[in-house]
């Protein structure tokens, strides 16, 4: 370190950085018992306005698909966009909440909170 400048992750605070496997990352997520699935089917139920508004529930290849009881309940795209989704499709009572290649993980969670 010629110059001596702090740039992010050398700072003079951090004495050391240090690499973690995927096996390990997992290991320390799974020991803090946090599961992002949860977090995300919850905020994606809140969007949809609630249990009681949820009729029917399935999936394809990336897209949470919801059939809901009343349309005017539902939030707006942004909202699932804030929460890690990449978009809302409407049409009518059918919605489909582009979750990516998680979608089966983000389904199982999400049966668990509307039963």
């Known amino acids: 370190m010629k110059l001596g400048l702090e740039t992010p992750g050398r700072e003079a605070d951090d004495a050391e950085s240090k690499l973690y496997s995927k096996q390990e990352f997992r290991e320390k997520q799974a ?9 995300v089917a ?7 306005g609630g249990k009681e508004n949820i009729i029917d ?3 394809c290849a990336t897209r949470l698909r919801v059939s809901v009881k009343d349309v005017s309940l539902v939030k707006p795209d942004g909202f ?11 049409n009518g009572t059918a919605l489909q909440i582009i979750v990516g290649l ?3 993980k983000v389904r199982e969670e999400f049966e668990k909170l509307v039963r």
Not at 42 to 48: H, Q, S
């Open 31 to 39: 020991a803090k018992g946090e599961n992002k699935y949860v977090i």
């Open 42 to 48: 919850a905020a994606y139920l809140e969007g949809l």
């Open 57 to 59: 529930v399935t999936n």
């Open 80 to 90: 699932f966009k804030e929460k890690g989704a990449h978009g809302l499709v409407k």
């Open 102 to 104: 998680t979608v089966p």
